[in-house]
Nanobody, 123 residues
Framework: QVQLVESGGGLVQAGGSLRLSCVGS????????MGWFRQAPGKEREFVAA????????EYADSVKGRFTIFRDNAKNTVYLQMNSLKPEDTAVYYC????????????????WGQGTQVTVSS
């Protein structure tokens, strides 16, 4: 069973930066993709970014392109989300996810979730 544990959320001013981390366990991730989704109050969960575990392929939501960077450390089974130039509209609970590459990259969905970490961007 896939287990995902996020960390790194917090409160930051607009224009600031945060880095989220997610450690995966309980599965061989070599054929998987890992990614980040977010859910703001009153809104549905939305895709943010994903990275394929076996190469450097990445995918981003249009709203974060050029500001967020997803990258992984295979040796640590960890995926990171570097968030720069944060905006108040980035405020949400951020969830780590892991699934097959098509599920994550094409369907922008997942069946495996972490518990979430709160990111709050003040104006």
């Amino acid at each position: 069973q896939v287990q995902l544990v996020e960390s790194g959320g917090g409160l930051v001013q607009a224009g600031g930066s945060l880095r989220l981390s997610c450690v995966g366990s309980g599965h061989t991730f070599s054929n998987y993709a890992m990614g980040w989704f977010r859910q703001a109050p009153g809104k549905e969960r939305e895709f943010v970014a994903a990275v394929a575990w076996y190469n450097d392929s990445t995918e981003y939501a249009d709203s974060v392109k050029g500001r967020f960077t997803i990258f992984r450390d295979n040796a640590k089974n960890t995926v990171y989300l570097q968030m720069n130039s944060l905006k108040p509209e980035d405020t949400a609970v951020y969830y780590c996810a892991a699934d097959t590459v098509p599920t994550m990259f094409i369907y922008r969905s997942s069946d495996n979730w972490g518990q979430g970490t709160q990111v709050t961007v003040s104006s």
